[in-house]
């Protein structure tokens, strides 16, 4: 079966860094775009940054544009997120997905599978 299994969150001071790493497994990576959610307490679950299947094209809300980068390796079937200058603001669940459509998109709909998440906090 698919598995989506995110890595990399935890607690980190406002300013700092980290990385999330998303294993997939179950399905060709390669043919499909991949995308990084998050979702805070009460609030809905919004697109971080996408990647379509080559790596060729990305998508960024303008929240996060310029501080955030999402990458892949195809080979290792793992798709990234690299998070910079942390705000509290950024506090939420991270979840990546997956996608058979293969663009880079926005919506949570165009995305078939889903990690389980993992807790960014990000400290005042």
């Known amino acids: 079966q698919v598995q989506l299994v995110e890595s990399g969150g935890g607690l980190v001071q406002a300013g700092g860094s980290l990385r999330l790493s998303c294993a997939a497994s179950g399905l060709p990576f390669s043919n499909y775009a991949m995308g990084w959610f998050r979702q805070a307490p009460g609030k809905e679950r919004d697109v971080v940054a996408a990647i379509s299947w080559s790596g060729g094209s990305t998508y960024y809300p303008d929240s996060v544009k310029g501080r955030f980068t999402i990458s892949r390796d195809n080979a290792k079937n793992t798709v990234y997120l690299q998070m910079n200058s942390l705000k509290p603001e950024d506090t939420a669940v991270y979840y990546c997905?997956?996608?058979?459509?293969?663009?880079?998109?926005?919506?949570?709909?165009?995305?078939?599978?889903w990690g389980q998440g993992t807790q960014v906090t990000v400290s005042s």
């Open positions: 997905a997956a996608g058979w459509r293969g663009t880079a998109s926005r919506y949570a709909h165009n995305y078939d599978y």
